[in-house]
């Protein structure tokens, strides 16, 4: 088998993963939510409004603030919706899956053991940047 083939099939398995699955749903019902996306519409366009603002000679520097205070809150009320959450929290754990699947096959190219290299990157794990030599935690 070439190696194209065995990474189309690497994109099979990773479509047919519960993290992925719980992505996919989440996207959806995210994408479906219409007063969630009329709030990130909103918050784009007042972001925008912000920006055209900021860029006048004659900024009217109480306005910016007052948007700058209404872009918050859109911003809270966004990522506080629960479907939102819901989102944020799939997405990294596909994130996460992704990073591992990505790490494995990078030090595989830089000639580590594909079969026993960790599955997460040294600064992913509780150990930090220095990895897991100290500690033995994660890999």
């Given at each position: 088998m070439d190696i194209i083939q065995?990474?189309?099939d690497l994109g099979t398995a990773i479509q047919q993963?519960?993290?992925y699955k719980a992505y996919e749903a989440a996207k959806e019902k995210n994408d479906s939510n219409v007063e969630l996306q009329k709030r990130i519409a909103?918050?784009?366009?007042l972001k925008a409004e912000i920006n055209a603002e900021q860029r006048k000679p004659?900024?009217?520097?109480?306005?910016?603030?007052?948007?700058?205070?209404d872009l918050r809150d859109l911003f809270m009320s966004i990522n506080n919706d629960p479907d939102m959450v819901a989102?944020?929290?799939?997405r990294e754990g596909m994130d996460a899956v992704l990073d591992s699947i990505n790490f494995i096959i990078t030090a595989?190219?830089?000639?580590?053991?594909?079969q026993t290299c960790p599955d997460t990157p040294p600064e992913m794990?509780?150990?930090g940047a220095g990895g897991c030599?100290?500690?033995a935690g994660c890999g």
């Open positions: 065995m990474a189309r993963d519960p993290r909103d918050f784009h366009a004659d900024a009217d520097r109480a306005r910016i603030h007052k948007m700058n205070d989102f944020e929290s799939a595989s190219a830089n000639g580590k053991d594909p794990c509780s150990c030599a100290g500690c």
